[in-house]
């Protein structure tokens, strides 16, 4: 079964380095999404994209965060400096279709910063 | 912006009881989504329910849509070890942006 897959699966940093988180969402799926989840609380939205544009953005998606799919198969968020609040798992997902279509969602990189 | 409350935030049941979580908001849903992570997971899609007064079921879960389409509920009969996790619910937005609740962590004893 198709599924998404996330690189690295931890990934530790200094306050203020650069981080890029990769995801290779599932293959035919046109809607890529990331989700923070800080430890124990809820999945909070960041970012949706489609035909390389960003569609959506909350407001934790501020000018540190940028998204890009550089070639046919990843998906990347990038964290220009990083805070020690940024700390949390990040997700990605894919979906075939936007809106209610179902999200498929790759196994997490933990980001730690310290 | 649009929110869901989920109650409640945790359960501890004997393997064999019952279980239901519930999912709140204060203006109508277009749809509510409900996800399972079980611990150091990722969430997990389990079902969609749109219209008002949806049961849906699936082996021993039980989800429901309120009839004003402002609640919504996840009932497990019989639970067991395999349903350790933590239940939210979700609604999606026109652009794909999943709105989670709080979620509920159930821990069963054996």
Redesign the interface.
């Given at each position: 079964e198709p599924e998404v897959t996330q690189t690295p699966s931890h990934q530790v940093t200094q306050m203020g380095q650069e981080v890029i988180l990769r995801c290779v969402p599932i293959s035919n799926h046109l809607?890529f999404?990331w989700?923070r989840q800080i430890l124990g609380?809820?999945?909070?939205?960041l970012v949706?994209f489609?035909n390389n544009e960003i569609?959506?953005k909350?407001e934790i998606f501020d000018d540190q965060f940028s998204v890009e799919r550089p070639d046919g198969s990843n998906f990347t968020l990038k964290i220009r400096s990083t805070k020690l609040e940024d700390s949390a798992m990040y997700?990605c997902a894919s979906?075939e279709d936007?809106?209610?279509?179902?999200?498929?969602?790759?196994?997490?990189t933990r980001l730690t910063v310290l | 912006g649009q929110q869901v409350m989920q109650i409640p935030q945790y359960q501890h049941v004997q393997e064999g009881e019952d279980f239901t979580t519930y999912c709140n908001s204060s203006t109508t849903l277009s749809n509510i989504q409900w996800y399972k992570q079980r611990p150091g997971g990722h969430p997990v899609f389990l079902i969609q329910l749109v219209k008002s007064g949806e049961v849906k079921k699936q082996k021993r879960l039980t989800f429901q849509f309120g009839e004003a389409k402002k609640n919504s509920s996840l009932h497990i009969t019989a639970t067991q070890t395999t349903d350790v996790g933590t239940y939210f619910c979700a609604v999606a937005g026109n652009t794909g942006k999943l709105i989670f609740g709080q979620g509920t962590t159930l821990q069963v004893k054996p």
């Open positions: 809607y999404y989700y609380q809820k999945v909070e939205f949706s489609y569609s959506e909350s997700f979906s936007r809106g209610t279509d179902t999200q498929y969602f790759g196994p997490g | -």
